[in-house]
């Protein structure tokens, strides 16, 4: 079993800023990516930014310049820096991993329960 806590969400006026934090717990051989999506209402659930065991990231052109992911790779923990935002970025951001449970077994995707984002004045 592997389960994602995220933590971080809330309330943000624009132009602000927020962190949000996921960690990945249970049976984790290696954790080869981590990342966020988020989706609005009445809106398809998109992908924000991720990064890979060797800290490569990617993030979406909405976001970039702005946001920042980053991850502590001991703690299966990955992060994400939100710095000016905007009230398009109101979402419930779920946090999503590439998690190997042994040696041997491929790689799997698992979710987190979703943290809500609003940013608003």
């Known amino acids: 079993q592997v389960q994602l806590v995220e933590s971080g969400g809330g309330l943000a006026q624009p132009g602000g800023s927020l962190r949000l934090s996921c960690a990945a717990s249970?049976?984790?051989?290696?954790?080869?990516?981590m990342g966020w999506y988020r989706q609005a209402p009445g809106k398809q659930r998109e992908l924000v930014a991720d990064?890979?065991?060797?800290?490569?990231?990617n993030y979406a052109d909405s976001v970039k310049g702005r946001f920042t992911i980053s991850r502590d790779n001991a703690r299966n923990t990955v992060y994400l820096q939100m710095n000016s935002l905007k009230p398009d970025d109101t979402a419930v951001y779920y946090c999503?991993?590439?998690?190997?449970?042994?040696?041997?077994?491929?790689?799997?995707?698992?979710w987190g329960q979703g943290t809500q984002v609003t940013v608003s004045s």
């Open positions: 990064i890979d065991d060797g800290g490569s990231t």
């Open positions: 999503y991993a590439k998690i190997s449970n042994n040696a041997i077994a491929r790689y799997r995707d698992y």
């Open positions: 249970g049976n984790i051989f290696r954790a080869y990516a």
